[in-house]
């Protein structure tokens, strides 16, 4: 999901200038490929600022994308009709639906409820209450496509509070408890944008990438299937390796259990509205995971969900439109998507990775894999989004990989789990790296560096036990 300036906050100017002359850069300066028409490397000009204006972020991600749209258009690229046909997708409608429930989730305090669980029950000692965070966000992760909601929204103040209950501030007492918190926590954040198809929002760019690429249809249960076993192995050792490499100084922490205790307190009862979306979170999760058994499309189960709840007054229509984010999410999805959709059709990524492959010569795809996936993964360093990560690189290193005979449920899914491990490299990698680094619990060089060696962990363990497990599932 990317990062957006404040809705009030006006244009930058400057920095539209530049998106604009990196397009402009890309179409008049760099060599157009002989396979790709010039409407095709006009198209690449637009999109090459596109992805510019994400990172800069002159203007919300949503106005980007729009504004995108709109040059293709003027540029003769592609009609008003091919333009809008994306926001018609039904990956597009999935993620807005959920969006919308998970809104639900956390203003009714449920979300709440369920970490604080987690904690009541494995908060005993330092690292049982990272375990208990992680597996918190994890369970959310089922439903909720915004690492960003469920970071700023829930996880995180809430790792605060079990920092500060002993006293762990930032400065001279983080390292008591609150500096090993705020890396594990998010690190396990990353490991959960991989394990669930609703991680993140980005991961259905992958979806659409997937299948128009390679043909391939990835679905919530099969992604589920896929990530949970490599998820849970990832979880079980980063929060040791965290431990190790900035060692808490509380090691126990009775107290836990007792805040989340009183906090569930505090809370109450469950009422209504909380007991009404536990049932309908639990039908529409059903519908999602038993999606080869029936007829219901899962965007089809999504957007009934949140209609479900407009109806029963438990999301007034008011309050579903006031949310912004929903909507620009769905504006720069559906405008990803139809430009993805366009560059494919037009041969830039199969130019690009002709190019890429003519370089290489003709390797077997495994030793291509061991040149390819270290590239692949710590390009990230330069990205400060992991959908901008499926866009420029995932349709490239994808194509290349099949083009030597690599199967390609392998390649889809290890692909497209690395593109969202790679954000735990820094503390910009993905919204959420922000919402945590920003508590100044951390300093660079603890981030980065236990990021790196973490990075190394996860990498092993999807390569190996991920892939073990997707041969044993079928996926290859």
Not at 90 to 115: D, E, Q, S, Y
Not at 148 to 156: D, E, L, N, W, Y
Request: with cysteine.
């Amino acid at each position: 999901m990317p990062s957006n300036p404040p809705a009030s906050a006006a244009p930058d100017l400057r920095r539209l200038a530049v998106v604009v002359a990196v397009g402009a850069a890309v179409y008049w300066a760099v060599p157009r490929p002989e396979s790709v028409s010039d409407e095709g490397w006009r198209l690449t000009g637009v999109f090459a600022s596109a992805i510019a204006g994400l990172i800069l972020r002159p203007l919300p991600g949503g106005a980007v994308i729009l504004l995108a749209l709109v040059a293709a258009v003027w540029s003769g690229t592609m009609s008003m009709d091919e333009a809008l046909a994306g926001f018609a997708t039904p990956a597009v409608w999935l993620v807005v639906g959920a969006l919308l429930i998970a809104h639900v989730l956390i203003a009714t305090n449920l979300a709440r409820r369920i970490a604080l669980l987690f904690v009541r029950y494995f908060g005993t000692n330092s690292k049982g209450v990272a375990y208990a965070l992680i597996l918190s966000d994890l369970s959310l992760a089922t439903m909720i496509p915004s690492n960003t909601s469920r970071a700023g929204g829930v996880i995180m103040p809430i790792t605060r509070s079990m920092a500060e209950l002993y006293s762990s501030r930032p400065g001279p007492t983080a390292k008591l408890l609150g500096t090993f918190l705020m890396i594990a926590v998010y690190q396990g954040e990353i490991v959960a944008t991989a394990t669930f198809l609703t991680g993140q929002a980005g991961n259905f760019v992958a979806v659409e990438l997937a299948r128009t690429l390679a043909d391939y249809e990835l679905t919530w249960a099969h992604w589920a299937a896929a990530g949970i076993v490599p998820g849970l192995a990832s979880i079980a050792g980063l929060v040791w390796i965290v431990a190790k490499l900035v060692p808490p100084d509380i090691q126990r922490t009775p107290d836990a259990a007792q805040f989340a205790n009183d906090e569930l307190h505090r809370l109450g009862r469950m009422g209504p509205r909380e007991w009404f979306t536990t049932a309908l979170v639990c039908a529409v999760c059903g519908l999602w995971i038993t999606s080869n058994l029936h007829s219901v499309p899962v965007a089809l189960a999504s957007v009934s969900g949140a209609c479900v709840l407009i109806v029963s007054g438990v999301l007034p229509w008011r309050e579903a439109v006031r949310q912004h984010g929903v909507w620009d999410i769905m504006i720069w999805y559906g405008g990803v998507i139809t430009l993805g959709r366009a560059l494919s059709d037009a041969g830039v990524p199969r130019a690009l990775t002709d190019a890429i492959g003519a370089g290489l010569g003709d390797m077997p795809w495994l030793p291509m894999l061991a040149v390819a996936l270290p590239i692949y993964f710590f390009a990230h360093y330069g990205l400060a989004s992991i959908t901008m990560h499926f866009l420029t690189l995932f349709p490239v290193f994808l194509l290349l990989l099949l083009g030597q005979g690599a199967p390609v449920g392998l390649m889809v899914y290890l692909l497209a789990c690395l593109a969202n491990l790679s954000a735990g490299l820094t503390h910009y990698g993905t919204v959420p790296s922000p919402i945590f680094y920003s508590q100044d619990y951390a300093s660079f060089k603890q981030w980065w560096s236990v990021g790196f060696v973490v990075a190394l962990w996860n990498v092993f363990v999807w390569c190996t036990i991920g892939s073990l497990w997707w041969k044993l599932i079928g996926i290859w």
